[in-house]
């Protein structure tokens, strides 16, 4: 058995996994529609939506959920502020591009926090949409959500927030934040297999996405809001996945809500962290404002990559690789989904046997 | 225990649900790219695909797969030819419109077989493409792709054909129709889970994904085509999916191939055919030209969609139910997934019942 500290897809409890191996019922049912408006509700009360946001699930990754928010809510009439700090915020840029929403970037290097000077020259600069990742993945940074909510409101911005890794890991409200749109995706924290991206909609976004033309059927949101109103969508989802996301769900209220679960997620990044001082690993972490979700590590003595493979091949665990140009130099620990601190010491001791054997 | 007749979900074999109840492994490794490469082999050998065709697994609906064939193969230079006969058809219809690709209908009454008449007007008109079902699944109507095949080698038309709901249901010859691409999906008769469109693209397919701009970045095939060059995808697909689509394809290969599945379908579409004649249940079959993946109902003496509540609700079967304004005079049952004959005596016992007791 494999140990799994990527960020996603990720481990899965018992109970997620035993609706893995049910046969996948038919879902244009009146018991389907039901569990999809259970999905709606505790996911609203997990982000502290407020009662008129809307919630829909889409069959897409992560990704795919964030060119939904993009394609659906903004328009060349738009002016948009995006966080590029890593992959993902290279990703919103790349998408700006495709869908020719004007835009200004607001470049962080690799690693480092969001700070008021960069978001000071942009004050009553007309901007009209902000994106961002609450969590930049690719590099472990957490940006302050609450220094750019701020700004958003002062300035009557339209907030998009990708907390695709971050949701369940870091506390998000999303009404204090005012959030215009939020995404996350089935299988990070809500530990569940890849291939649904959740979505919740504030009034402002649901009036964005009928104002909006969308070029793309099968993410156009009128349709799937429209069809989420009886609880279905307008294609088949995936509906073995649906079904999983609502054990887990249920789980996670029945375990004291997203406060019990991030407070599991930061004892566990703590427990990995107090280790790595404490056995003096050869890693530097190299993000300046962290996540509970995931540790990003750079090897002083040896490539990330060959890390990577060396802990898949001779002790069947997957640490998570980093692509591009990160790709031997960055490899990540992530702290999501069904592990435990049993897991971390088994973890540990590979990277203290490592050592010892010089290979880091 | 629900029996599901419908045509999707359809019923997972046993080996196909325990790879539900594992844990989805990571996926960015040379074991997932193996088994990716090792599914796209045995889809284009189930299909005689040749060997310079592709394949790309999406993570979307099979709708989701006729968008991405539309918005990466065709434009506004194209001029499309498309059969409406059905829900199916009229998603094409739909599809062209919104991406502004100039079309003529060739409009069927529900149930109605392709003629030589339908196609014969439309003979060196200068059209560029074809789009069809090759079972329009809402009436389930089976067309002569034969007849289309030869309209478009002699015409020089790009073949789009949606084999969704009749892949390893009835025969189907890629290379021997010159099909341009094909769409099937993972719900069907490869009966696994919702959540994958598989697609093969024949040369001419993949130079026309090159030629054209997609408007889509998630569902671009050129990025999905890239990445699958390394047996991977852009984003995260939904990789418990993938892998359970890897079991159920060498399944069917240990037994027999694509020829064994098809006699398999076709057996138990006979069966229930056959017994409805027998016992002189009220119902008229409304298809011309039967696909063996499903048997389309007219009932004569009470609502389709009544008799698909009644059969849930009092009698633990699932029979597919249809939309819009066929919802009270069609239902289908379908010969898809895992099903024996055993459950067909269940379902027709059902049926018999329902006539004792005066509703049907």
Do not use: W
């Given at each position: 058995m494999m140990i799994n500290f990527t960020v996603g897809p990720v481990q899965s409890s018992e109970a997620v996994r035993a609706i893995g191996a049910e046969?996948?019922?038919?879902?244009?049912?009146?018991?389907?529609?039901?569990?999809?408006?259970?999905?709606?509700?505790?996911?609203?009360?997990?982000?502290?939506?407020?009662?008129?946001?809307?919630?829909?699930?889409?069959?897409?990754?992560?990704?795919?959920?964030?060119?939904?928010?993009?394609?659906?809510?903004?328009?060349?009439?738009?002016?948009?502020?995006?966080?590029?700090?890593?992959?993902?915020?290279?990703?919103?840029?790349?998408?700006?591009?495709?869908?020719?929403?004007?835009?200004?970037?607001?470049?962080?290097?690799?690693?480092?926090?969001?700070?008021?000077?960069?978001?000071?020259?942009?004050?009553?600069?007309?901007?009209?949409?902000?994106?961002?990742?609450?969590?930049?993945t690719s590099t472990g940074v957490h940006y302050d959500i609450d220094m750019v909510a701020d700004f958003c409101m002062r300035n009557h911005l339209f907030l998009i927030v990708d907390t695709i890794s971050t949701f369940l890991c870091d506390s998000f409200d999303m009404t204090a934040t005012n959030t215009g749109i939020m995404i996350t995706g089935s299988q990070k924290a809500l530990a569940c297999a890849p291939g649904i991206a959740v979505m919740i909609?504030?009034?402002?976004?649901?009036?964005?996405?009928?104002?909006?033309?969308?070029?793309?059927?099968?993410?156009?949101?009128?349709?799937?809001?429209?069809?989420?109103?009886r609880g279905q969508t307008p294609w088949t989802p995936a509906v073995g996945i649906l079904r999983q996301i609502n054990v887990r769900l249920k789980e996670i209220d029945a375990m004291g809500g997203a406060e019990a679960e991030i407070a599991r997620c930061a004892d566990l990044a703590k427990y990995f962290r107090d280790k790595l001082v404490e056995y003096h690993l050869p890693f530097e972490i190299i993000s300046e404002s962290l996540s509970n979700a995931v540790t990003p590590l750079h090897p002083i003595t040896q490539s990330a990559y060959q890390i990577f493979l060396k802990i898949k091949d001779e002790y069947s665990m997957w640490i998570c690789p980093n692509g591009g140009d990160m790709k031997d130099v960055i490899f990540r620990v992530g702290h999501i989904g069904y592990l435990h601190k049993e897991d971390y010491d088994k973890l540990l001791a590979a990277f203290i046997d490592l050592r010892e054997k010089k290979f880091i």
């Open positions: 046969q996948v019922p038919y879902f244009r049912t009146a018991e389907f529609s039901e569990l999809m408006y259970e999905n709606e509700r505790l996911v609203k009360k997990f982000a502290n939506a407020s009662d008129d946001s809307k919630v829909v699930f889409m069959t897409c990754s992560g990704s795919g959920g964030m060119e939904t928010a993009i394609m659906n809510c903004l328009n060349r009439n738009d002016k948009a502020l995006v966080i590029n700090g890593g992959s993902f915020g290279e990703r919103f840029v790349e998408l700006l591009k495709l869908h020719e929403i004007p835009f200004t970037e607001i470049k962080k290097e690799y690693g480092k926090a969001l700070r008021a000077e960069d978001l000071a020259p942009f004050e009553g600069q007309g901007y009209t949409t902000f994106l961002m990742q609450k969590h930049e909609l504030s009034p402002e976004a649901l009036e964005r996405v009928q104002e909006n033309h969308c070029c793309c059927q099968y993410l156009d949101l009128k349709l799937a809001l429209k069809n989420m109103e």
